[in-house]
């Protein structure tokens, strides 16, 4: 292995020394492969992080012992005794694009926004502890072998000069990085992807030579694909996409080598794991939308790789993604984009042609109109819409999401009880994002519940707990979910959301109690670019320069009189982080935060969003009978009447 630096000019060389890995340089990394690849002509899905970042697996387990070693002792197939494989390769996930041929005799890795960086001494001699920029995704695609895309393909088209320089990084990576390669985070997080890359340049090579069979020089490639598959078999990462991959790329060595045992163990794994991954409503357990999105194409992957080695996959896993589809379709707001939640970068929704997302991620131009309007999955979802642009523009429909559910795991955030929201053309109500999977404190920030639309303290450092939907009542023109949960020792909460249809206004009640004073505060984060005014402690406006929309956040007096402190607005601190929008793992954004604030044993916040045109008033009185609490608002020429009542039940009237 080399010392790795920032690419060279051409022509320029970097020193040439050898190190040990010591236990300093094992870095974290909590990731698993994500890939973007065009279904039916242009159709692209698109991965949950930056085209092709990694997700956090569950802690690896081993195998169940009840099931026979899939792998056994790692004895060859002699050469010539393996039939042409039947498991095609499945490309490198657009990471090869970024690293075309002359870059891969440079020795030059190069991924997302980061600047190339040369990992080796220009001969194939590779520095696999480099990690130049601190960065797991970074360390991880490096070990993950997907660079050596271009070289590969060239190789299967006959050049030898790329076939000598590809076998010769693969080597060097076997060579440095001895079985088994768990003490080093990247190679093991990235394994079932280098497995793909070496069945890939493995069908290159007999391809390229013209050969039937792999010659017994290149026998080296099959020991390895068999300590993959050992790996494998051993640490297992569970039923999320991550233990998806492995099972697949498990299957993969098995239908190459024509090892039996491993495609049984890799399809008794995928067979159970399909029924946690899509559930009978068609959620995902990964509690992020992207990453929803990435396992409609992963269990595609499935399907075709053990039809095309001749099993059949049986029905569960085409049913299970087609309510997939009926799920995404929901979760696709009126900009054609999947609701920002968990580690979801903001993604276009995939029109997928013969689905509702063919509707839905093509903004109404193509595909059957769903007739579903709103969405409560028990897995903790809630997607509602004005509309699928039956009498106004699709874009111009108002869309939202809720979240409530089981506690964080996998790809979630602790957005429960959190709700975002489109109208008028806009995001009104963003998520704070997704900051990558680096352990450092924007990841911390962006899974907290001081990234989302909640009330929040202090005292709430993890969510733990299960949040409840109470209840809830669908009406033409207005939707009512009444939510809760229990966010901290001796604490309790309380969210009743009332969603209107004309004029589209979102209403919230929060109620918290605590054994202990708490500062408690209610947060609603706006998009980037826009300017926020507060002209009294009841009236915000926010709008970006020049905008035709604006946004009008009002905090009612339920129970007491407004202090001139209740309200704040924060953007672009870091000392507490508060008021920032990652739309990608790689692009931080200044974005405002409105929060509502109140201190004490207990909390009652009325909030009320109202996304408007630039000129049209909107206004409120209040008013009570009884023990019920009235609020008149008006937007434009449109008065509509809200009831509060003491339990949190809200209600349209008029």
Known sequence: MTTGRPSPRPGSSISHRRRRLTRRQWLPLLTAGVIVVVIVLVTVIVSPQHAWSPGAAQAPRLGSKAIPSATGPTTLVKPGQVAAAKYVCPRYSGIDNANPLPRLYQDTFEWSQHPPYQVGNGKGDIDWRANPYSQPSWYMWFHSLR??????????????????????????????????????????????????????ARQ????????????????????SLLDHAKFLEINFSGEG?????????????????????????????????????????????????????????????????????????????????????????????????????????????????????????????????????????????????????????????????????????????????SITYTSHGRPILVDGGHAGYKNDKWRDWVKSEYAHNVLASPAMTEHKTESKLVRSRLEPTSEFYDLADVPAPGMTRKRSLLVLKDPDVVVAFDRATSENDQAFQT???????????????????????????????????YSEQLAADSVTVDQGKEDPIQGWQFPKITQRLPAPVVSFHRNGRSASILSVIVPAGSATAVSFKTRRSGPTFLIDLTVGTTVTTIEVEPDGTLTRLK
């Not at 290159?204 to 020991?223: N, Q």
């Not at 826009?530 to 946004?551: I, L, M, N, R």
Request: charged fraction near 20%.
């Open 147 to 200: 660079w050596l895309g271009r070289g590969i393909d060239a190789a299967k088209a006959g050049d030898k000069q790329a076939m000598a320089r590809v076998t010769t990084i693969l080597q060097d990576w076997i060579k440095d990085n001895p079985y088994d390669w768990k003490v080093n985070a990247g190679a093991h997080e990235s394994t079932m992807h280098r497995t793909n890359v070496l069945i890939c």
């Open 204 to 223: 290159a090579i007999i391809a390229g030579l013209k050969v039937k069979t792999l010659p017994a020089s290149y026998a080296w490639i099959d020991r």
């Open 241 to 417: 996409n991550h233990g998806t991959d492995e099972s697949i790329a498990m299957f993969g060595i098995g239908c190459t080598l024509q090892r039996e045992p491993l495609k049984q163990l890799a399809q008794r794994r995928l067979t159970t794991a399909i029924v946690q991954a899509i559930d009978e409503q068609g959620s995902t357990n990964e509690q992020s939308t992207a990453y929803a999105q990435f396992n409609w194409y992963l269990w595609g992957r499935a399907v075709k790789a053990m039809k095309e080695c001749g099993v059949d996959p049986g029905p569960t896993i085409t049913e299970r993604r087609r309510l997939l589809t009926n799920w995404l379709a929901l979760a696709t707001n009126s900009l054609g984009r999947l609701h920002q939640l968990g580690d979801s970068e903001d993604v276009q929704a995939v029109p997928i042609p013969g689905t509702p997302l063919e509707f839905a991620g093509s903004l109404g131009r193509k595909g059957v109109r769903p007739t579903q309007r709103v969405g409560i999955f028990d897995a903790g979802y809630i997607f509602g819409r004005t509309g699928w642009g039956e009498k106004r523009r699709f874009v111009d429909e108002s869309t939202y999401s809720i979240r409530y559910g089981r506690s964080r795991t996998l790809h979630g955030h602790d957005d429960h009880l």
């Open 523 to 557: 947060l609603w984060h706006l998009p980037a670019g826009q300017q926020v005014a507060v002209s009294s402690p009841s009236t915000v406006v926010a709008q970006k320069p020049g905008d035709t929309v604006k946004t009008v956040l009002l905090q009612i007096p």
